[in-house]
Each structure stands twice: as structure tokens, then as C-alpha cells.
């Protein structure tokens, strides 16, 4: 799509810097801060949102509260927000926002180019975070600055790095550069590492278990995982392994599987074709994939041969039989609720199923851009960041509460 939209009332000015709408630990929103008015870099958590009466438009990157939740705070102002297709239906069914709400948000698809005056566009590209992430390119008179959103720069059957770059190259026209990096995992164990955690975790099975469950946080880690799985299994055992879902994801799973199927990478999700390639898998077939409301409906999965249950932390409550059965953590287990229902841990790495870069990628990613006039992490303390960027003496700063401006 090279598609224009046209908006040019907003008459921004010119470019001044960045500050954090929100402090770290409520959340992402970066503020642009330009003469006449401001973009919103995200929206952060619910109710945390600090607005400037010289906010203009908010772009969402993705469905996460951490970054949508802000969205509430919206409704009522003169604020124009903008998202894609993918990440508006999932806010919807995480009613995060609800009809009235849908109004007010402007679509903005990948490939699109929302002109908002004669010198600032914005262009949204497809991120591999979780379903329908975007980042936002904005070039702004002869400055080019990507918002990378959320992202996974690489993993055990992807790599994002050559495309994000791509994004940063610059042209003649173009005099300088600004990349604000997600860096949430930043000196934190639980970031994308590259080993096949779906080769180990079927081992473990083979060799211990017939069943387990796996537990995440997100759903999208949950889809994630079991696709890697299914990757793994349909060419040689596929039919000695089954996979129950919680009935409340099926409808998050609809979404990718349709969109998947219609292979629209561009406005979908770059980590479901990451791992498939062009490969068009059918995903587990129906005799194999079963959907639950609760414990009452395992019953149907007393002879399946070897199981493979999944569950967001949140709902583990619903399934008191899971109590029995050993399990696996998608992320760091103190995140986690009601871990005294489940049993025997099976102790593995499951970074790869994570949705942040680890801390060994995103030092290898910066200290290759060397013709990136400013790196900017976020999404963390600020103090962790000024530890992590001296320990490993890369070239970068971070976003601060306090206005940093662009040289």
C-alpha cells in the first residue's frame, strides 16, 4: 500500500524532542514534542497517562495494556489516535476498548503514509512483538525517527534485524536518524534466546511425561508456542500428541488463523510467518486441538495419548486438576497467580517464546548501527538503563521524564 492520508490541520511545527508521558513502571508513552503540538508514542497503562494540553494524535503499536491502556484517557479529548486493523478487532476482544470507544480511532495500516503537514508524515510497518504489533516511521523535514514499538529483533527461527535496518537506512535527503529500541529485557534473563525449545520441551515429554501444561501471561505466548510445537511434530509424531486450549483464546486464535491462511504478512504478524516461512501448515488439525471452558470438560481428553494443556496464569483457577500435572513457565514465574494449583515444574528455557529481545541481541543490534545518529532505549527504570547502557559501553541513551531534545 502507498496509499497517502491526508490530515493537515494539525500544523506541528518544528521538532523539538522526546520526554516520557508516563514513568517507567506504568507502562510506554513517549512524547514528540515539536513547536505547535505532540505525537504519543503509545498510550501506557490504564488511568497513568500524564497529557499535555499540546497532544495532538496518539499511534498505538500494539494491543498490550501497557501500551493501549492509556487509550481510556483519550476519549473526550481532541486527541486523533491511530492503529491498525489487527490491534483495533484485539482491543476489542480484550475489551480494552468497546463500540463507542472504536470511534474515535483512525485506522492506519502498514504501508499507508498519514500525512499530517507539509513536513511530517507517519508510516506504520509490521514488528514482531505479538498479533498485529506495528512501530511508526516519522520523517519530519530532513529527520527520520522509527518507534519500534515492542520487538523481538531476533529468535531460534527468525531475524528482524536486516529489515529494521533497512528502515533506518538513510538517502540523500535524509541528514539524520533516531531509533527509540524496546529494551525491556535489558540485563533481565527471560529475553528471546535462540536454543529450539520445542525440540527440548517434546524431549522432556518423551522421556518423562505424558502430560504438561504450559502457562503464560499473554495469550499470544501461549498461540505462539504451540505453533513452534506443532512445527516440530507434524512431520513425525504428530499423531502421538493432542493440545487443549482454554475456550476464551478461540477467538484470538480465529484472528491470526484467518489472517495467516490469507497470507497478509504485511498487516498480521511477523513471528507467525518468521516461523513458518512460506511453509502453509495447517496448524494442528481438529483431532488434535481441543477447546475447554473449564475443569468440568477434561473428560474429554482422558485418552489422547500425550497432552500438552495451555492456560494464562489469570485463569489457572478454572482448572483445579491441572494440580497434578507437572508444568512449564512462558516468562518469569513470580509474574504469575495461583502457582500452588500446579504441580512438578519441568525446568527449561522458554525465552524463545517470550516477546522481548534479549540483552545479548539488543547490544549486538546497537553496536552494528554505527550510522544511527541516536539510539534511545525504553521501556524500562530509567536507573537500570543508565546501569545497563554503562556496564556494556554502548552508544545510547534513554527516555527520561525530563525533555531531551534531538541535536
Same mark, same amino acid.
Given at each position: 500500500?502507498?496509499?497517502?492520508?491526508?490530515?493537515?490541520?494539525?500544523?506541528?511545527?518544528?521538532?523539538?524532542?522526546? &520526554?516520557?508521558?508516563?514513568?517507567?513502571?506504568?507502562?510506554?508513552?513517549?512524547?514528540?514534542?515539536?513547536?505547535?503540538?505532540?505525537?504519543?508514542?503509545?498510550?501506557?497503562?490504564?488511568?497513568?497517562?500524564?497529557?499535555?494540553?499540546?497532544?495532538?494524535?496518539?499511534?498505538?503499536?500494539?494491543? /498490550?495494556?501497557?501500551?493501549?491502556?492509556?487509550?481510556?484517557?483519550?476519549?473526550?479529548? &481532541?486527541?486523533?489516535?491511530?492503529?491498525?486493523?489487527?490491534?483495533?478487532?484485539?482491543?476489542?476482544?480484550?475489551?480494552?476498548?468497546?463500540?463507542?470507544?472504536? *470511534? +474515535? #480511532? /483512525?485506522?492506519?495500516?502498514?504501508?499507508?503514509?498519514?500525512?499530517?503537514? +507539509?513536513?511530517?508524515?507517519?508510516?506504520?510497518?509490521?514488528?514482531? /512483538?505479538?498479533?498485529?504489533?506495528?512501530?511508526?516511521?516519522?520523517?519530519?523535514?530532513?529527520?527520520?525517527?522509527?518507534?519500534?514499538?515492542?520487538?523481538?529483533?531476533?529468535?531460534?527461527?527468525?531475524?528482524?534485524?536486516?529489515?529494521? +535496518?533497512?528502515?533506518?537506512? *538513510?538517502?540523500? &535527503?535524509?541528514? *539524520?536518524?533516531?531509533?527509540?529500541?524496546?529494551?525491556?529485557?535489558?540485563?533481565?534473563?527471560?529475553?528471546?534466546?535462540?536454543?529450539?525449545?520445542?525440540?527440548?520441551?517434546?524431549?522432556? #515429554?518423551?522421556?518423562?511425561?505424558?502430560?504438561?501444561?504450559?502457562?503464560?501471561?499473554?495469550?499470544?505466548?501461549?498461540?505462539?508456542?504451540?505453533?513452534?510445537?506443532?512445527?516440530?511434530?507434524?512431520?513425525?509424531?504428530?499423531?502421538?500428541?493432542?493440545?487443549?486450549?482454554?475456550?476464551?483464546?478461540?477467538?484470538?486464535?480465529?484472528?491470526?488463523?484467518?489472517?495467516?491462511?490469507?497470507?497478509?504478512?504485511?498487516?498480521?504478524?511477523?513471528?507467525?510467518?518468521?516461523?513458518?516461512?512460506?511453509?502453509?501448515?495447517?496448524?494442528?488439525?481438529?483431532?488434535?486441538?481441543?477447546?475447554?471452558?473449564?475443569?468440568?470438560?477434561?473428560?474429554?481428553?482422558?485418552?489422547?495419548?500425550?497432552?500438552?494443556?495451555?492456560?494464562?496464569?489469570?485463569?489457572?483457577?478454572?482448572?483445579?486438576?491441572?494440580?497434578?500435572?507437572?508444568?512449564?513457565?512462558?516468562?518469569?514465574?513470580?509474574?504469575?497467580?495461583?502457582?500452588?494449583?500446579?504441580?512438578?515444574?519441568?525446568?527449561?528455557?522458554?525465552?524463545?517464546?517470550?516477546?522481548?529481545?534479549?540483552?545479548?541481541?539488543?547490544?549486538?543490534?546497537?553496536?552494528?548501527?554505527?550510522?544511527?545518529?541516536?539510539?534511545?532505549?525504553?521501556?524500562?527504570?530509567? +536507573?537500570?538503563?543508565?546501569?545497563?547502557?554503562?556496564?556494556?559501553?554502548?552508544?545510547?541513551?534513554?527516555?527520561?521524564?525530563?525533555?531531551?531534545?534531538?541535536?
Amino acid at each position: 500500500h502507498d496509499d497517502e492520508i491526508n490530515h493537515n490541520e494539525y500544523q506541528l511545527g518544528d521538532i523539538i524532542g522526546y &520526554e516520557a508521558a508516563c514513568s517507567g513502571e506504568e507502562g510506554t508513552s513517549i512524547r514528540l514534542i515539536f513547536n505547535n503540538g505532540n505525537i504519543l508514542l503509545d498510550t501506557g497503562l490504564p488511568n497513568k497517562l500524564v497529557l499535555s494540553k499540546k497532544d495532538k494524535i496518539a499511534l498505538v503499536s500494539h494491543s /498490550h495494556a501497557d501500551h493501549s491502556g492509556g487509550i481510556e484517557s483519550l476519549i473526550g479529548t &481532541e486527541i486523533d489516535i491511530y492503529t491498525n486493523q489487527v490491534t483495533l478487532n484485539i482491543l476489542l476482544i480484550k475489551d480494552i476498548i468497546n463500540e463507542q470507544m472504536r *470511534k +474515535k #480511532i /483512525h485506522i492506519l495500516s502498514p504501508g499507508n503514509i498519514l500525512k499530517i503537514d +507539509k513536513n511530517t508524515t507517519i508510516e506504520a510497518f509490521p514488528v514482531p /512483538h505479538c498479533v498485529g504489533s506495528v512501530g511508526f516511521k516519522i520523517q519530519h523535514k530532513n529527520i527520520i525517527i522509527v518507534y519500534a514499538g515492542d520487538i523481538i529483533l531476533k529468535a531460534n527461527r527468525f531475524n528482524y534485524i536486516d529489515t529494521l +535496518k533497512t528502515l533506518l537506512a *538513510k538517502d540523500n &535527503e535524509i541528514q *539524520k536518524t533516531y531509533l527509540f529500541l524496546d529494551s525491556t529485557m535489558a540485563s533481565r534473563p527471560h529475553g528471546a534466546s535462540q536454543i529450539n525449545i520445542s525440540r527440548e520441551l517434546l524431549k522432556s #515429554i518423551d522421556n518423562k511425561f505424558k502430560k504438561c501444561v504450559l502457562v503464560a501471561r499473554d495469550p499470544e505466548q501461549l498461540v505462539y508456542a504451540f505453533i513452534d510445537l506443532f512445527y516440530h511434530i507434524k512431520e513425525t509424531k504428530r499423531n502421538d500428541y493432542s493440545f487443549v486450549f482454554p475456550r476464551y483464546i478461540k477467538k484470538l486464535f480465529a484472528l491470526m488463523h484467518t489472517s495467516f491462511i490469507k497470507r497478509d504478512a504485511n498487516n498480521y504478524d511477523q513471528i507467525l510467518f518468521g516461523q513458518y516461512g512460506k511453509s502453509m501448515s495447517a496448524w494442528g488439525e481438529s483431532r488434535w486441538l481441543y477447546w475447554v471452558n473449564d475443569d468440568s470438560d477434561l473428560n474429554i481428553c482422558s485418552d489422547m495419548g500425550k497432552i500438552i494443556y495451555f492456560s494464562t496464569s489469570d485463569k489457572l483457577k478454572l482448572f483445579p486438576s491441572f494440580a497434578n500435572i507437572p508444568y512449564a513457565s512462558i516468562g518469569p514465574k513470580d509474574k504469575f497467580e495461583r502457582y500452588d494449583l500446579l504441580g512438578e515444574e519441568i525446568l527449561l528455557d522458554t525465552s524463545p517464546w517470550t516477546m522481548h529481545s534479549s540483552s545479548d541481541t539488543i547490544i549486538e543490534f546497537v553496536n552494528s548501527l554505527s550510522s544511527i545518529n541516536e539510539i534511545i532505549l525504553f521501556h524500562d527504570f530509567t +536507573k537500570r538503563l543508565d546501569r545497563f547502557v554503562k556496564k556494556n559501553n554502548i552508544q545510547c541513551t534513554y527516555v527520561k521524564s525530563s525533555i531531551c531534545t534531538f541535536e
